[in-house]
């Protein structure tokens, strides 16, 4: 694609935004006119946000531990004038404020601090002499290099990068940053922010990039400034109540067998719903008037009740929370995370389910300003139980692969590893990709054996299709799903 001064990124025109849309109309619910976020006084210490504080403390219990990281990986061919990137990466430290930022902590009290820019170089680690499987065997061990690299969160810079040549005109870059100062929605505004640079450079013109309306500090001092004005009240009263007298949120996790430590190595089990079941979800969703991520996350939940035994199953699911102007373009970790809790109890039809699930979904996006963080801490004897900080069983609707980007004669190509961050010790992640459905299933080896992770997937991709083929048909009614 070819960039103009005029282009404005839309990177949050997702699944789920499009539903939380969606749903509100239906709901006849109507967002009140916005206050801009204000600018903070800079000479002034600046609070961290509740999940900048949930990654501090992480990191303080474990300096090194793995996993805590967000991954780009851009994959580069063609002519790349190493010199321009390099300096379209110090465009973007010095853009947002957050990438040039470390962490304080002074008699208790925690703050953020950004420091001038600084220059960063490109390291290069040249595989060109290496056969066509060495070079794969050495990305990949780089790869996960990048994603355990263990920061120190009271030093700058918490951002690294790694340039691997693979041949003169193809090249791998990685760019690892701490959660702590990106979100996964982030990793999106940073590839084009880098990409409009470098195009910028190569041209010799002025960047056509628009000023930021605000810097990640200031929306942490605006949120700040909302829970101590009460603002925040009414939601954190809806998920107290919401919350209230069912299973505590680690019982999910706990039917599972999994213990509050995740241990062992992060591996995924891929699964594809077939070309039929594809066919059928997109029809359904056109004459039911759901969503992809409805209809995925109502298998994933009635799967979860058939293994567990429950009939409340609650899990955590991400939203981008950027649902303001100013946060489109913003760096660092906005996003927040949901409590899906849905009653599957008098072996209601799967029709019914997509009615309890939408009637909770408009719910729990209305509230969705408030941090998870601070859900959790409005009752202690249900914190999540993930040593990640997360509850145990979590659910992701990826988007799929944005288009290449061409600058000249270099195409940029963004590449999603195989497999992420795992949020939580058990995680379903799904994407779709025009009419395929693919996606897999995140956890722990230390935590489940790899037989069962390979039944629930296929036993996820059984239950899809019987939804879809019979809408009335009761959900203990279904064929037994291997165990």
């Not at 694609?1 to 499009?18: G, I, L, T, V």
């Not at 995924?268 to 079941?277: M, P, T, V």
């Amino acid at each position: 694609m070819k960039y103009s001064p005029n282009d404005k990124a839309q990177p949050f025109s997702n699944e789920k935004q499009r539903l939380f849309e969606q749903l509100l109309k239906d709901g006849g619910i109507a967002l009140p006119p916005r206050q801009p976020i204000p600018k903070r006084n800079p000479a002034e210490p600046c609070q961290l946000t509740p999940a900048q504080e949930h990654f501090w403390k992480v990191w303080q219990a474990q300096p090194s531990r793995m996993g805590q990281n967000e991954v780009v990986r851009l994959r580069l061919r063609g002519s790349l004038n190493v010199m321009a990137l390099g300096q379209a990466l110090n465009n973007l430290v010095q853009r947002h404020e957050l990438l040039r930022t470390r962490f304080v902590e002074t008699n208790g009290h925690l703050s953020q601090q950004a420091l001038m820019p600084m220059n960063m170089e490109v390291p290069l680690a040249d595989l060109s002499c290496l056969s066509a499987s060495a070079q794969a065997a050495n990305c990949e061990r780089l790869f996960s290099e990048q994603a355990d690299m263990a920061f120190d969160l009271e030093e700058f810079p918490l951002l690294s990068s790694s340039l691997i040549a693979l041949n003169s005109h193809e090249r791998l870059l990685l760019l690892t940053l701490h959660q702590i100062i990106c979100d996964d929605w982030s990793k999106k505004i940073l590839v084009d922010d880098l990409t409009r640079s470098y195009e910028s450079l190569i041209a010799g013109m002025p960047c056509s990039l628009n000023e930021l309306a605000i810097n990640y500090g200031d929306f942490a001092m605006w949120q700040r400034g909302r829970l101590k004005a009460g603002e925040f009240a009414p939601h954190l009263d809806y998920w107290r109540q919401k919350l209230r007298g069912g299973a505590p949120l680690h019982e999910v996790g706990t039917r599972l067998g999994l213990t509050a430590e995740a241990t062992g190595e992060r591996k995924n089990c891929k699964l594809q719903l077939s070309d039929a079941a594809s066919r059928l979800l997109q029809q359904t969703s056109r004459s039911e008037g759901l969503t992809a991520y409805m209809i995925l996350l109502a298998g994933w939940q009635v799967l979860l009740s058939r293994y567990t035994g429950q009939e409340e199953i609650t899990i955590g699911t991400m939203v981008a929370n950027r649902n303001r102007t100013e946060l489109q373009s913003l760096v660092g970790p906005v996003s927040n995370l949901l409590l899906i809790k849905l009653d599957l109890s008098g072996n209601p039809s799967f029709r019914i389910v997509f009615s309890r699930l939408r009637e909770t979904l408009v719910e729990a996006f209305e509230h969705q300003d408030v941090p998870y963080e601070w859900v959790v801490a409005e009752d202690a004897g249900r914190q999540a139980t993930a040593a990640s900080g997360f509850p145990d069983v979590t659910f992701a609707m990826e988007e799929a692969a944005s288009s290449a980007h061409q600058v000249g004669d270099l195409k940029i190509i963004e590449e999603g590893p195989e497999a992420g961050v795992c949020r939580g010790n058990l995680a379903l992640i799904v994407r779709q990709a025009g009419q395929a459905i693919a996606g897999r299933i995140e956890y722990h080896s230390g935590l489940f054996d790899e037989e069962k992770i390979i039944q629930m997937a296929a036993g996820y991709q059984k239950l899809i299709e019987v939804m879809l083929m019979d809408l009335d048909c009761k959900i203990n009614n279904t064929p037994p799903l291997a165990h």
